[in-house]
């Protein structure tokens, strides 16, 4: 780590050209890729400084045009965290035109205002921030893998190449075939007498399963009126009709949070005392599991939409444990979930303290 504070550089404020490169020119290291072309503001002007090549021979792609900054005035690993910073984001954005896809003209770019340290301080800022980026990139890949091998148990779990033993050792018992509605029974309840109201509408994520819509959204998509909402309680399982890429047929999640309502284009189901629902979740949570259950289920409209009733998705048959092992196999499980949400939040807390040091080094 490198101590900012104390370093006594003096700044200077200058403009620096950016000079397009030819289409057909390979590019070079420190070149910055900026993309011209988006439908989000978010997007339009994102930038990627090329700090290693490999020694091959690289273009561009499509949507995005090379920028060389002016020589000797940018250190390496600096204006791709200078074209980051908030202090030039905004600027791109102003600039940006179009309505449905936003574009940026190199001539409109070339007006963007880039202030900058001397050299010294720049060689600095860029140690110090790649230094942080290895943090995060060093976080995600131990949470890849993590994630990975948690995938790998589920699979030996639920195809019975691994069996848990009962706390005396001994085997549990032999898993039964059953059809779903052994272990699920339609819930009717409704919002009736409005006890929740849109700040209690949840949605159903594929990552984090069943959440509060507004917390995860920003806002609520409710409709005018909550009354027909169905009332999903902790421990009740959700059945999502709508596609995902990974699950065109919908997703299974259990309500692992409070107690909230959801539209009526969700099946809302009730655990009965054979499931723990929170198996059931980790159940589909392989996508292989929920697309070969619902898949013969499941017919889709012309909007592709799903047809079928809440209580179809309960006759097919299903191969579970016990309650007993399925208890033993959730306490496995939730203990690689624990680890996981602890690496989710280390990286989310780093990218936000990155992002609050861009603003208040990028002034």
């Given amino acids: ?16 050209d950016l000079v397009r490169i030819k289409e057909d020119n390979y590019c070079q290291i420190g070149d910055l890729v900026i993309a011209d072309a988006s439908e989000d503001y978010n997007d339009i002007g994102k930038t990627i400084e090329i700090v290693n090549l490999g020694n091959k021979k690289t273009l561009a792609g499509l949507h995005t045009f090379l920028a060389r900054p002016t020589e000797n005035k940018v250190a390496l690993g600096f204006s791709g965290y200078l074209m980051q910073s908030w202090t030039v984001r905004k600027q791109v954005m102003t600039i940006a035109q179009g309505t449905k896809v936003l574009g940026l003209a190199t001539g409109r770019l070339g007006k963007v205002n880039l202030y900058l340290p001397t050299l010294p301080e720049q060689i600095k800022i860029a140690n110090f921030l790649t230094a942080v980026d290895a943090k995060i990139a060093n976080l995600s890949e131990e949470k890849s893998l993590l994630e990975n091998y948690k995938k790998g148990v589920m699979q030996k779990i639920f195809s019975q190449e691994l069996r848990f033993k009962q706390d005396d050792g001994s085997d549990f018992p032999e898993w039964e075939i059953r059809k779903l509605s052994y272990y699920l029974e339609v819930s009717n ?21 069943i959440v509060n819509q507004i917390e995860f959204q920003g806002r609520s998509f409710a409709g005018e009126s909550v009354e027909n909402y169905g009332v999903v309680e902790t421990g009740d399982i959700v059945y999502t ?15 692992k949070g ?18 723990n629902g929170r198996f059931l979740d980790y159940y589909f949570q392989l996508d292989d599991n929920t697309n070969r259950y619902l898949r013969p289920l499941v017919q889709k409209g012309s909007k592709n939409d799903m047809k079928i009733n809440n209580s179809k998705v309960l006759i097919d048959p299903v191969l579970f444990p016990s309650l007993i092992e399925q208890d033993k196999i959730v306490d496995f499980l939730e203990v690689i979930d624990r680890k996981i949400d602890k690496l989710r939040f280390e990286i989310d807390h780093s990218q936000e303290w990155k992002k609050g040091l861009l603003q208040q080094l990028f002034v």
């Fill in 1 to 16: 780590m490198f101590d900012l504070e104390n370093e006594q550089v003096p700044r200077i404020n200058e403009d620096v």
């Fill in 258 to 275: 409070k107690s909230g309502i959801v539209s009526t284009l969700y099946a809302v189901y009730k655990c009965r005392k054979d499931l």
């Fill in 189 to 209: 309840l409704k919002n009736r007498e409005l006890k929740y109201d849109k700040t209690d509408v949840l949605s159903v994520s594929g990552e984090f399963g």
């Fill in 241 to 255: 009709k709508s596609p995902l890429k990974s699950n065109p047929y919908g997703i299974i999640k259990v309500n």
